[in-house]
């Protein structure tokens, strides 16, 4: 009986990568990397933004609340339209008091600078504007409030609200 053997010779298929095939994988592997790293060092330049410009939000709400919460016109003397003789923005009595208040750093009610956000700069105008519609109301009864914040990392925020004489 004969039997037939069969050696198992390596073919050149399975000899495995040449180095030009190794040489192209690392290409490309090298540009796919460079890609991607430069989408994250991007997003890490940007990434305080979002941070800054909701600290500007927060910082214009807290202004037009203390400036809403005040009367429409000055309780003790006749209104001048900004502040009156001697009042401080502690003393603050009416809205129109605010009128062209400029503050270089956040600050609170007091007056007192915020630490940590003096790099923002706030301008605040109160101005009369008529409401037209089913029931107007003269510029002499409604003023628009707009606050003005700016940082040298975001574009100008402007928060913009109406008191009306009621």
Not at 118 to 123: I, P
């Amino acid at each position: 009986m004969l039997i037939k053997r069969f050696a198992l010779l390596p073919t050149k298929s399975s000899s495995g990568f040449t180095l030009l095939e190794v040489l192209i994988t690392i290409v490309v592997l090298s540009i796919a990397a460079t890609a991607i790293m430069g989408v994250f060092i991007n997003l890490g330049k940007s990434s305080a933004d979002p941070m800054i410009q909701q600290q500007a939000t927060s910082i214009a709400e807290a202004y037009m609340e203390e400036i809403l919460s005040k009367s429409f016109a000055d309780p003790v003397l006749p209104e001048t339209g900004g502040p009156e003789a001697g009042e401080l923005r502690s003393t603050y009595n009416d809205i129109q008091d605010y009128d062209g208040l400029t503050d270089a750093g956040a600050r609170n009610q007091n007056n007192q600078l915020i630490a940590g956000l003096s790099a923002y700069t706030v301008v605040i105008t109160v101005t009369g504007r008529a409401l037209t519609g089913s029931a107007s109301v003269p510029a002499t009864d409604s003023m628009r409030i707009d606050i003005s914040l700016s940082h040298p990392a975001i574009s100008t925020l402007t928060v913009s609200g109406f008191r009306t004489n009621y």
